[in-house]
């Protein structure tokens, strides 16, 4: 804490700087002043803490002096050192907000023990404003998250009807005490056309994108935005003053079909709208933000891009359509097979099946969506595969059947999820057969010093002689018995120049018959075993 004295008697002036130990309390004592117009020239250039005084002096009494720092500086501690016993200057310092007021003659320790406390009661005071600032700092920052979830609570009828306008007015929201609401939930549909998984958008990029379009394009009424799971963001619009339900209703049919249109060009993907088919007050906005989620499931049947009013269902419920087995087990086969020509034509033939003849209900929608993982998963496992695995990219949607959002987006999930499939089965084939090539490689070089034959190497395998000999030139490049060959020459080239005799390179080589082994050597490198050993 720095320190400014006020004095204007010298020696007791110098007195108190030198003599008392200011820095032992962790008081510096930073300029002192003989007068108040000096004082106040210091303060300026020196910005001190704390301030001791006299109140009597020749320039400008320390009273005027007290009321002149606090108009300037109202955060400095002051203490004054008077040599009048006078209540009237007591009762006027402690209105002016000096800490202390001591009477001379007050020895070094009053002093010091006097500018301590004012010190320490100046740091506590700073400690708080800065907690209280923190505090408030703090509670901006978290004003919208508490409003969201405030909003999201209240949309799923977790408050009392006392409570909401109470949390609401803490919160800030303006609510009109009578007024009307109506809700709109919207969410993304399709991010990519090849049905591939799709990458989950940050509900707060919708919200963000909401605000800014209602800013510019929503004139009438007042309206509020959160964003819900998983990606959807709502509209809680609040009718109109004398605006009736149903016109009310209209007004925001057209303002959420243009709201969507541009979604569509900032986000560049399209997306839709469930909108609540009725008005209500703020205790019944939970019923309004069901019929809108109810709403927008109906996408599934009417495809994506639409604001769609929720509508109370009148039709009864139909049987859901069950395709022939026929056609499952075509789709099982051909994707056990690799046939990628008949899997397309079997998962057609389901699909038409299952949903070529349309249905007015989401939730048959959604049987038929379980019906077709059902299968594939049934399929995979048959297989003795992961589902991960054999799905990739279009695994997350097994374990989040609701992010398919519409029909179109259903089929393109299944046809690619097949595709997948196929691809898996190739790999797996593939890396099968590498496994295959791999083992007789090896049993090449352990066993090359015998009599290799690839109907002996079949058999121990397990495997179709022919299919091996296939399997190898596609592998490798070349027929087994070539491959055979020029390693068992090459091994037989390297002893002899290591300084083996012919005998020895031929049985390394697995020939028993030397002459035999001569004649075969000589056709390969153009040369005699002995010719190849002396050089």
Known sequence: MKLLIVEDEPRLRMSLVYHIPWEERGIEVIASASGGE????????????LMLLDIQMPDMDGLTLARLVREKEPGMAMVILSGHDNFHFAQMALELGVFKYLLKPAGDTEILEAVTEAASH???????????????????????????????????????AEEIGRHASELQLNLPPEGRFAVAVFNPDERTESGEALRARDASVLEYTLGRIAKEHLQEGKYWICSDTPGSAVILFALPEGVEGQEGLLRIYTDVERILTLLGSFLSVSSSAGISGTTGKADGVYELYQQACIALLQRKIYGGGLAIPYREAVQPQTAVPVPEPACEKALEVALQTGDRIKAREALEALWNAAMGQGTADPEQVHEQVLYFSSLLVRTVRRQGWLLKDAAGSHYPYFQNIHLLTTAKQIHNWLCGTVERILDYAEEQGSQVNHRTVKLILELVEKELDQDLTLHALADRLYVNASYLSRLFKQEIGKPFSVYVLERKMERAKAA???????????????????????????????????TMKTC
């Open 122 to 160: 100046l740091r506590r005071q700073r400690e708080e404003s800065h907690e209280q600032a923190l505090v408030e700092y703090k509670w901006h920052q978290h004003l919208p998250y508490l409003q969201n979830l405030f909003l999201l609570n209240w949309l799923k009828g977790r408050y009392r």
């Open 38 to 49: 000096e004082a106040l020239s210091l303060i300026v250039r020196r910005r001190p803490d």
């Open 496 to 530: 002899l120049t290591e300084g083996a005799k012919v005998y020895d390179a031929a049985l390394l080589a697995g020939y028993r018959d030397v002459s035999y082994f001569t004649k075969v050597f000589r056709r390969y490198w153009g040369t005699t075993p002995g």
